[in-house]
């Protein structure tokens, strides 16, 4: 018996020796076979604490447990800076007895603590977890007539059975970033573990997972943000038939939760699946927590409630013909929202939907919302939405609501800003995208209307507020018609009524054409008013460089700038304002008609009082040419103030700054074109005027002008005689017109100091004056007696001096600094009739030579403009051309580049199966003809794909340069 229990302990001090001991020795070999492994299968550097390594028998005798800490993977090339995966501890135990036999290999456990996964996808599409190394030795597809064990080349005994017990991890981290899609996704706080014995045929699977925040965005916006998800699952797995049914269960996003019942069963190719699921404590505050997080800022201090119903299927068969169908309802139930910060709650709320997928059929596919309705403050709101058809999408929907702004802002603040007015809308809309898409509007029956009662926008740009006191508009597919808008801002009022037609196909169509009608009506715009503060002391600060003589051409900072008028909208604007204040100006009653058609807007007839006269405008301002904007106007004016006209218009004050010391009315009929400048101001040497001015009664009678005058024709009939020093119109029609930068007068009759005289020139922009006039039968007085009584002897009593004559001047210098000089005399008497005339004629005949001369340089360099113009035009359209065709030739080059890469790896793959396939037949004469003949198949087959894949590749670069030349043949 000793002899027994010394040989029992020398057995027991052997075994934990050995228990002991052989990890230590085998521990080297295990750990060189991983690295070795891993190094073979891994395109990454991997490293691990060696130290740590660790094989025990003791840790869970008598399994067998292998672990490494600080384990990782870290990408190369691009990714050498970025680790894949790191993990704190692996850890995986084996059933000993398991192992030694080798029938069948149970897996006790396998452990990761602390894992982190970085995942990196960039740009071009590659991406860091691509680091397996291709195989070198890739099982042959199965050849006929050989049974899995010959291909294998042994037996069935020779396939190891695993079996996984129980598996885990704990506080893992997992980060996805896709730069191809713009795309990430970042878990944390990730805990999973399951168990399950895969040795048996039917067993239990318990799977938990928990997620303590799981995040998402697209496109630079984050929709998921720190979500919470729970998976609680216990499926049964019945492997020998493929089945699996949901024993107990739970899905929980936040406080979302569903539980499912039913199975998915895989007997083959075919997927079975007969699930049901529905909601678990859900209420509408599970709901909410499911908002996107870029709107979950507004979900702070929010509280919730009502009845909450969930419910759906998904049942039938997946395979490559048939899709399950589906189906999923979601209702509320006198739902209730409120804000902690705002007492304007939402209550009974409704909702009513339904998504229903029943076959593969898309056009079968539906979304229903059947019922929408709730009460905000008491203001109510109701809609519906019935969806269907994911070819041709089809719709019906239905939305009527009120809502009280100023209740809105004390949820949503506006800074600075005032806010009030109620508004009620409604809207039905039915219709199918190819209707849409074929622009049959007629067939997408649209009707609403929006009503709008005492609204107020108040800021502080507008400090006078801009009111609507009513406004009532509906629509249809054909027309929005305006029946009613009474709006007031400060002290000026708006009313208008109307229609605009053809909307929906202006709005989804780049052609089409916008049609509308519209009354405006007012007592009163005051301008100044509503004018920003800033531009009016621009406009301000504007003047006062003009007056000072000293512009400075800039755009920068200019309360105006060239507007754009759209070709496809034709529109008509019928006027009626009994008063307009516009800086010192009032215009009274006007009307009119105001046309936008074909890129112009049109002046139909405006008339207007304004300075004590009566207005009539027409013309059109066109901007076809956005770098040159073009006005054309026709003025009809009556019984305007002279004086008044110089202060009022910039044009008066350039071309006849002598108009600010005439005192007097002129009556005009003319027409004026030209260009407009960046700042909508017209460029005053591209201006083109023709017209009459019908003066009934004028006078000048002081200034530079006259005093010079009256030096030179200072000639005393008498002693009490006086100098000149007036200057006279009455019933006086002047022939005027401006042409490149310079003002014609045609000759006309006035009154200087009481002499008739005739006058006609022109002036320029800087003020240079270029007038001729003519003093008719100025008496010679005392001087002319003297000179006949001298030379009476001499003459027989003949009087060579005349006693009246006719004085000739030239009018010279500027306006500022004039010079009036005598050029000549003729006689007077009977035949200054003729002379005059002949007069009037040389100044005709002066003047429009002049105007010839100026019309044909204008013309001279509008015609080099316009070659120039349309030389560079051209030059640009060609080089276009030639850039479509080129960056066309350029991508086809590529398109076919990589269809040849893609047809010469498709086919190098497919030649190397086929060689591989031969190879593995061995010597065995049976197997290595049939596989000599499918291997001569593969490469067919290889040929054939690679061929289509280039000549498809080949196809699409031909179109695309094909389809680039087209485009460029258009330009």
Do not use: C
Not at 76 to 89: C, H, K, P, R
């Amino acid at each position: 018996m000793k002899k027994f229990l010394i040989i029992l302990g020398v057995v027991f001090v052997i075994l934990i020796g050995a228990i002991v001991v052989l990890p230590i020795i085998f521990k080297d070999d295990i750990r060189a076979a991983l690295d070795d492994t891993m190094s073979e299968s891994l395109n990454a550097k991997i490293y691990y604490d060696i130290d740590a390594f660790s094989l025990s028998l003791i840790k869970n005798f008598p399994d067998i447990t292998v672990s490494m800490s600080d384990f990782g993977i870290v990408g190369v090339e691009e990714f050498e800076n970025d680790t894949l995966a790191s993990i704190g501890t692996f850890l995986v135990t084996v059933d000993l007895m398991s192992a030694i036999s080798g029938d069948q290999i149970i897996v006790e456990e396998i452990l990761l603590d602390r894992p982190e996964i970085k995942v990196l996808v960039m740009a071009n599409g590659k991406a860091n977890y691509d680091i397996a190394k291709e195989s070198e030795e890739q099982a042959p597809p199965p050849v006929q007539g050989t049974t899995q064990a010959e291909d294998s080349g042994g037996s069935e005994g020779d396939a190891v059975n695993v079996g996984i017990e129980k598996w885990s991890i704990r506080n893992g981290k997992v980060a996805y970033f896709d730069q191809s899609m713009n795309f990430f996704t970042t878990i944390e706080g990730f805990n999973h573990e399951g168990s399950g014995d895969f040795s048996l045929d039917i067993f239990d699977l318990q799977t938990k997972t928990t997620v303590d925040a799981i995040s998402l965005g697209f496109e630079g916006t984050e929709y998921i943000s720190n979500k919470s998800l729970v998976i609680d699952i216990i499926l049964n797995m019945n492997l020998s038939e493929m089945k699996f049914t949901f024993k107990d269960n739970r899905f929980a996003i936040n406080n979302f939760a569903i539980e499912a019942d039913g199975f998915v069963s895989m007997p083959g190719d075919d997927i079975e699946m007969d699930i049901t699921f529905g909601g678990k404590d859900i209420s509408l505050t599970s709901i909410l927590s499911l908002i996107p997080g870029v709107y979950q800022e507004y979900l702070d201090g929010v509280t919730a409630g009502g009845k909450i119903g969930f419910d759906g299927y998904v049942k039938g068969t997946f395979n490559e013909t048939s899709m399950p169908k589906v189906a999923a309802n979601l209702s509320v139930e006198n739902g209730s929202i409120s804000y902690a910060d705002f007492n304007i709650p939402m209550e009974q709320i409704n909702i009513q939907t339904s998504f229903n997928y029943p076959s593969a059929d898309l056009r079968e596919t539906s979304f229903n919302i059947d019922k929408f309705s709730m009460l905000v403050d008491g203001e109510s709101v109701e809609a519906y939405l019935k969806f269907k058809d994911l070819e041709d999408y089809k719709w019906d929907l239905g939305f009527e609501g009120n809502a009280d702004l100023e209740k809105i802002t004390k949820i949503v603040p506006l800074e600075d800003i005032t806010l009030q007015g109620k508004i009620n809308a409604k809207l039905k809309t039915a219709g199918n995208m190819s209707d849409l898409e074929a622009e049959r509007y007629d067939q997408l029956p649209t009707n609403g209307s929006l009503n709008i009662t005492d609204f107020l926008f108040q800021s502080s740009d507008l400090p006078q507020g801009f009111g609507i006191s009513k406004a009532s508009i509906s629509f249809n597919p054909s027309e929005i018609a305006l029946a009613e808008f009474q709006a007031r801002s400060g002290n000026s009022d708006f009313a208008m009524n109307g229609r605009v037609t053809n909307y929906l196909a202006f709005a989804l169509s780049e052609n089409e054409m916008l049609v509308g009608n519209l009354n405006f009506n007012s007592t009163l715009i005051d301008i100044n008013e509503l004018m920003p503060e800033e531009s009016m002391e621009e406009e301000a600060a504007e003047s006062s460089e003009n007056e000072a003589d000293a512009p400075e051409q800039t755009t920068e900072g200019d309360s105006l700038e060239v507007v754009k008028i759209p070709e496809n909208i034709d529109f008509t604007l019928t006027s009626s304002i009994n008063k307009i204040a516009y800086s010192n100006l009032t215009i009274n009653d006007f009307n009119g008609k105001i046309l936008i058609r074909d890129g112009a807007i049109i002046l139909d007839k405006n008339s207007f009082k304004m300075l004590d006269g009566t207005f009539e405008m027409t013309g059109s301002y066109v901007t076809k040419d956005l770098e040159k904007p073009k006005y054309d106007l026709g003025f009809k004016i009556k019984d305007l103030s002279i004086g008044s006209a110089f202060e009022a218009f910039e044009t008066v004050q350039s071309y006849a700054p002598i108009a600010k010391q005439v005192t007097g009315k002129f009556s005009s009929d003319f027409k004026v074109n030209g260009l407009l400048g960046e700042d909508m101001m017209p460029i005053m040497d591209a201006i083109d005027l023709t017209g009459l001015v019908n003066i009934a009664q004028a006078s000048l009678e002081k200034g530079d002008f006259i005093q010079k005058l009256s030096s030179v024709a200072s000639l005393k009939t008498g002693a009490n005689s006086e100098t000149t020093k007036k200057i006279n119109i009455k019933d006086v029609l002047i022939s005027t017109s401006i042409k490149d930068g310079r003002l014609y007068v045609e000759p006309f009759d006035l009154d200087v100091g009481g002499q008739k005289a005739v006058v006609g020139g022109n002036n320029g922009l800087n003020g240079e004056l270029d007038y001729s006039m003519l003093l008719k039968d100025v008496p010679t007085g005392q001087i002319g007696n003297m000179l006949n009584n001298a030379l009476s002897s001499l003459t027989g009593g003949k009087k060579l001096v005349a006693d009246k004559i006719n004085l000739n001047f030239g009018i010279g210098g500027t306006y500022d600094d004039p010079s009036v000089k005598l050029l000549g005399t003729s006689s007077s008497g009977e035949n200054s009739g003729g002379t005059t005339e002949q007069f009037k004629q040389q100044l005709t005949d002066k003047v429009d030579e002049q105007k010839e001369k100026a019309e044909a340089e204008i013309a001279r360099q509008k015609a080099e403009a316009e070659a120039k113009a349309k030389a560079e035009l051209e030059k640009q359209k060609e080089a276009q051309r030639q850039k479509i065709i080129s960056d066309a030739q350029t991508q086809a080059e590529k398109i076919r580049a990589q269809g040849k890469a893609s047809a010469e790896k498709v086919k190098k793959e497919g030649y190397a199966a086929a060689d591989k396939l031969v190879a593995d037949a061995g010597s065995n004469p049976i197997k290595k003809r049939v596989a000599q003949e499918a291997a001569k198949k593969l490469k067919a087959e290889a040929d054939q794909k690679a061929a289509g894949i280039e000549a498809e590749a080949n196809k699409k670069a031909d179109q695309l340069v094909k389809e680039a030349r087209d485009r460029a043949a258009k330009i």
